[in-house]
Nanobody, 126 residues
Framework: QVQLVESGGGLVQAGGSLRLSCAASIRTFERSFSAYFMGWFRQAPGKEREFVAAISRNPAITHSADSVKGRFTISRDNAKNTVYLQMHSLKLEDTAVYYC???????????????WGQGTQVTVSS
């Protein structure tokens, strides 16, 4: 089983920056963190869950939504079992609960995820 815990959310002014972290706890027999594709999603009030970014088992391979390209960067530190979402130039429309997700066996980019965190709130204000 995989447990994911997001952190780093908070209140930030428009134009500011924030870095989200997702710490993964994986049972030994389910392989190491490096074997998992990881993703970030977000859900704003009254809206559908939206894909934000994904990172492959190869940390050099990433994919992000058009709405965040050039502003958000996904990365991972396999030694720390952690995936990050560095957010810059935040906009009001970035306000949402941000979730991280994991899947071990997948096409690239993943179309589904098996494990989800509880989410962390990001609120952007002016």
């Amino acid at each position: 089983q995989v447990q994911l815990v997001e952190s780093g959310g908070g209140l930030v002014q428009a134009g500011g920056s924030l870095r989200l972290s997702c710490a993964a706890s994986i049972r030994t027999f389910e392989r190491s963190f490096s074997a998992y594709f990881m993703g970030w999603f977000r859900q704003a009030p009254g809206k559908e869950r939206e894909f934000v970014a994904a990172i492959s088992r190869n940390p050099a391979i990433t994919h992000s939504a058009d709405s965040v390209k050039g502003r958000f960067t996904i990365s991972r530190d396999n030694a720390k079992n952690t995936v990050y979402l560095q957010m810059h130039s935040l906009k009001l429309e970035d306000t949402a609960v941000y979730y991280c997700a994991a899947i071990r066996n997948s096409v690239w980019p993943p179309v589904a995820y098996d494990y989800w965190g509880q989410g962390t709130q990001v609120t952007v204000s002016s």
